[in-house]
């Protein structure tokens, strides 16, 4: 079965949302793999972002609002329907949840801790996303 990807000039803009946010693009699973052992002992977000409406209206502003309370030491993203092998490389490593974009998924010391996914973003106020981020990651800060 063929796979297609999304045109880049259709998600660039969702791209440069979190691009502007500090958040590192990661397009193959190498990159992905780097990102998380770069993390060391410390926090980091791996995010999957999506054409969707609820990345749009409710994920990136929702991260978006959190940054200023509490930032990680490391924000990675996967283009799910563009980054397709780097996005199957992420869902290994979210395992044992479910494939979902949008979704967050908060590392402590390299070792998924929260994932927040699909069903937790989609209707849920941008402010609401916001209080879910900054309490995985207040969670997942080494003490």
């Known amino acids: 079965m063929e796979q297609h990807r999304y045109p880049e000039m259709m998600i660039a803009p969702m791209r440069a949302d979190l691009a502007r946010l500090g958040v590192e693009e990661l397009r193959t699973p190498e990159e992905v ?15 999957v972002n999506s054409i969707c409406g609820c990345a749009a209206g409710s994920m990136r502003p929702g991260l978006e609002g959190a940054l200023p309370r509490v930032r990680p030491d490391r924000m990675g993203s996967v283009f799910a ?23 967050i998924a908060v590392f402590s010391g390299g070792e998924l801790v929260t994932m927040i996914e699909r069903s937790h973003l ?8 916001t209080e879910l981020v900054v309490q995985a990651l207040e969670a997942a800060a080494p003490a």
């Open 122 to 129: 989609k209707g849920t106020p941008p402010e609401q996303v």
């Open 81 to 103: 329907g563009a980054d397709l092998d780097a996005t199957a490389r992420a869902r290994e490593l979210f395992e044992p949840y479910p494939p979902s974009s949008p979704c």
């Open 33 to 47: 793999d780097a990102f998380v052992a770069g993390a060391g002992e410390g926090t980091a977000l791996l995010i």
